[in-house]
């Protein structure tokens, strides 16, 4: 099912939103340089675990913001050694549930 340019803005806004939240980010002026790294962290994390709803997904959704907070603090190469176990567990957890359904 592929989503509408109007649902992936209204996605992007919200992911947005939540992240600023948790960052403690409560300007404006970073919007575009901010959606620009959640949207790579967005397509990283799902190429690297599997497809998953961004917004319904915590565990997925937490590593999204954990690499974009690592992105914004141009420290992005000590991400993936970091979090590699997280990124293990999810892409199980992904392809276990994929195959429960089958």
Do not use: W
Not at 48 to 76: H, M, W
Request: aromatic share 12%.
């Amino acid at each position: 099912m592929t989503e509408t340019p109007n649902q992936n803005t209204k996605k992007s806004d919200a992911l947005l939103s939540d992240f600023k939240a948790r960052m403690k980010i409560f300007h404006s002026s970073e919007d575009d340089y901010l959606k620009s790294i959640l949207e790579a962290s967005t397509m990283e994390i799902l190429q690297l675990c599997g497809e998953f709803d961004v917004l319904t997904y915590p565990l997925g959704k937490e590593l999204i913001f954990e690499r974009s907070r690592y992105a914004y603090n141009d420290q992005l190469e000590f991400f993936y050694p970091n979090f590699q176990e997280s990124i293990l567990n999810i892409s199980f957890d992904l392809m276990v549930g994929e195959t429960d359904g089958n």
